[in-house]
């Protein structure tokens, strides 16, 4: 009986031991952002991730394009895999991390894609300022520029990423209903790009153009059959456009929608009936199985935009933990108010690979 009672006893104190440090916010969002404070860490957001996408050109005249993403999930109210009993998440890792880099080289036409996580590894997650860092990658607010690293083999870069328009609000006050979750949502959607590359051996200086994508909330997406179709365009005209569509059960969802970001920095909102996208081309990766739309013609009838997207190549999948999906550069060009129109861009595809996604990731 003393045993028994001890045990107990025992039990109880390990469960208020490993009790979660963080409380997860699911109310409804109803502040207004406030930047550039919220490009911190957030510890009542369950999900959060920085995205970081663009292109760069080195001094050779070579051509790059590049990811950088980072997410923390709070797993407080998660669970780990089966082989660890499904004990709660939190008393593994209660803050997960785990970046995403890759590396479209153009002039080579290859792709390569890296990951890196936290667990047994140095890692941090700012609640103060931009600082999210694990190991040797990491992303740092610094004198109003966003300072950028990420390494794999073969490819590395460090670049520094200057503001040159005021954040993109997505949403009143930087909250977006996309139809299966509200949360928090802005954009960085033209930042000035200078610093260097690794390839192989040489390294060089690099010059150009990003997008960052900063998202915070109670996305509760894993175990979900949820996906996505999301364009980050920015046009030769110092104007940029945003579309997503959200695809739940198959069906998108009616609040998928978009911004326009205008030459003064300011924005106009899109809903999904304001514009139109039609795939015009598919291709079918040898390595997952999985088939993507690999062309796009989008129509934006308030704005008078009639635009086509390709890849710079098809081959940009990237196959990744948890979930597998594809994230590109692509090439724009079309017409804007009857005026030609060009540009750059990234498109991320979601939920295509139905052996890697959301609703096999275990609740």
């Known amino acids: 009986m003393r045993f028994r009672i001890g045990g107990l006893f025992l039990v109880g104190v390990l469960a208020l031991s490993c009790s979660p440090r963080y409380v997860i916010d699911h109310s409804i969002p109803s502040r207004h952002l406030d930047l550039p404070k919220d490009d911190r860490a957030h510890y009542d957001a369950q999900t959060e991730w920085w995205y970081y996408t663009g292109h760069l050109r080195a001094d050779d005249g070579s051509e790059y394009g590049f990811e950088v993403t980072f997410f923390k999930r709070l797993t407080s109210e998660d669970r780990a895999p089966a082989w660890l009993l499904r004990v709660p998440g939190h008393w593994i890792k209660e ?120 998202e915070f909330g109670s996305m509760s997406l894993i175990g979900k059959n949820i996906g996505w179709d999301w364009f980050s365009i920015q046009f030769d005209n110092n104007t940029e456009l945003m579309l997503y569509l959200i695809i739940t059960e198959g069906k998108v969802a009616p609040l998928s929608g978009g911004t326009f970001v205008s030459a003064d920095g300011s924005t106009q909102h899109l809903n999904l009936e304001d514009f139109r996208i039609v795939v015009t081309d598919k291709w079918t990766s040898q390595k997952s199985g999985a088939t993507y739309p690999a062309a796009w013609e989008i129509t934006v009838v308030p704005l008078d935009i009639a635009i086509k997207l390709e890849p710079i190549m098809n081959e940009q999948e990237l196959r990744l933990k948890p979930v597998t999906y594809w994230e590109g550069a692509v090439r724009i060009y079309g017409m804007i108010n009857n005026e030609t129109a060009t540009g750059k861009g990234y498109v991320e595809l979601v939920g295509y690979d139905e052996k890697s996604s959301f609703n096999k990731i275990a609740p």
């Not at 700012?126 to 990658?137: F, K, Q, S, T």
Request: aromatic share 8%; proline share 4%.
């Open 95 to 214: 803050v997960g991390l785990l970046g995403h880099f890759a590396i479209t080289d153009i002039g080579r036409k290859k792709f390569h894609a890296g990951q890196i996580h936290n667990i047994c590894r140095k890692s941090k997650a700012d609640p103060e300022r931009l600082h999210v860092a694990i190991n040797g990658w990491s992303v740092e607010a610094r004198d109003g520029s966003h300072l950028l690293k990420a390494s794999m083999p073969n490819y590395a870069i460090d670049i520094k990423l200057g503001t040159t328009k005021p954040p993109a609000l997505h949403g009143p006050g930087g909250i977006v209903d996309k139809g299966v979750c509200k949360n928090y949502y802005y954009s960085y959607t033209n930042m000035k790009a200078e610093g260097i590359i690794r390839v192989g051996k040489k390294t060089m200086t690099v010059t150009g153009k990003a997008w960052m994508d900063h």
